[in-house]
């Protein structure tokens, strides 16, 4: 019974935040939920003890982090045709403030890996910039570099699709 209770513990603490990171970096919600059953599946059987909370959180988003990179370059070994290579519907005209997170999401989602992964975990995740450092494999400039640029490349997305400063 207790490995039951920690088993659903875990589900109930991690399943959520390693979708979202997940999802963030392959963009497939088949492909996150993979990678969520897998990331699960390693921590439910990790025999070690965690420090702490901190500790087991900080393990799951490096494993996420790193089962996520290993199945996009097992992707790019492979040649597919993705299907958002098809072509999008054009951008409303107006701007509706109840499209406009999801819009941002998906402007996210379109981001390189390197922004795309720091921009999520600073804005979705509250992430400091020390520990999206300590994530990504990176110092801490440039993470903050990763961060600026990817919010700069960010704006232009969303200025294509018709959305001003004055719109977020």
């Keep these: 019974m207790r490995a039951k209770k920690r088993a659903v513990r875990l589900v109930n603490d991690y399943a959520d935040l ?16 993979d990678v969520c059953q ?27 982090a790193n089962r996520c990179k290993d199945l996009l370059r097992r992707r790019a070994s492979r040649p597919t045709v993705a299907l958002d290579e098809v072509a999008e519907p054009a951008a409303p005209e107006t701007v509706d403030a109840r499209a406009l997170p999801a819009l941002v999401f998906r402007a996210v ?15 979705y995740e509250n992430y400091s910039v020390r520990d999206i450092a300590r994530v990504c494999g990176c110092s801490e400039d440039a993470a903050a570099a990763r961060l600026s640029r990817g919010r700069a490349k960010l704006k232009v997305l969303l200025k294509e699709v018709g959305y001003d400063e004055e719109d977020l």
């Design 38 to 64: 897998e990331v699960l599946l390693r921590l439910l059987g990790r025999a070690e003890a965690f420090e702490g909370p901190e500790h087991e959180r900080a393990w799951v988003v490096r494993v996420t």
């Design 109 to 123: 989602m379109r981001l390189p890996l390197e922004y795309r992964e720091t921009i999520f975990l600073r804005y």
């Design 18 to 33: 390693i979708l979202r990171l997940s999802y963030a970096y392959l963009g497939s919600k088949a492909d996150a939920e």
